[in-house]
């Protein structure tokens, strides 16, 4: 059996990474890598966006669906 080069070692783990992430995003797989700190930075997120009365961070079109994106983020 041929030994992998490292270039070829790479574009597997590229690959697998990109099955990973489409897993996840058609819901087939659980996202395992999810650190439980950032729930926390999603909530603040949420919540300065909330608080942006002069749509400094966000403009008023895209504001609901951010937040609403952020609530199911965490």
């Given at each position: 059996?041929?030994?992998q ?11 697998k ?58």
């Amino acid at each position: 059996m041929k030994k992998q080069s490292k270039k070829e070692r790479m574009e597997i783990n590229d690959f697998k990474k990109r099955i990973d992430m489409l897993a996840m995003n058609l819901s087939l797989k659980e996202n395992d890598r999810f650190y439980s700190g950032l729930e926390m930075i999603f909530a603040l997120y949420e919540k300065m966006i909330q608080n942006d009365q002069d749509t400094f961070f966000i403009d008023k079109e895209r504001k609901a669906h951010i937040i609403e994106s952020l609530k199911y983020s965490k």
